[in-house]
């Protein structure tokens, strides 16, 4: 999928214009495509996070941030949680790569 595509959808509208001049009704259309492109990008998005951690640098452990975050959601979902608690599990340390210092505050 070229990068053009993966922004562009036959069926939405685009306005050739400043943001500046946008109308309430553009605004309206406009908020609701984009509702729609996050939810179906939220895997693919999610996929990506993860692999930006995968083969990172480790500080000294033994393990990435990707596999760590693996470890932590597939012991938390072979002990019965919840998906939510799994998901976030996998994704514990997203906040980590951009803010060390005051991760977990």
Sequence with gaps: M???????????KY???PMKQFTRSEWTVLNSQQAEFHENHKAERAQRLSKVMEHGPVFGYLIDLCRHCLQAATK???DGFGTQTVVTAL???????????????
Excluded: C, I, Q
Aim: hydrophobic fraction near 35%; charge should be negative; proline fraction near 6%.
């Design 91 to 105: 994704f514990h340390n997203v906040g980590f790569m951009n803010a060390p210092v005051t991760y977990g505050e």
């Design 15 to 17: 306005f050739e214009k």
């Design 2 to 12: 070229s990068e053009r595509s993966y922004l562009l959808h036959p069926d939405w």
């Design 76 to 78: 938390l979902y072979r």
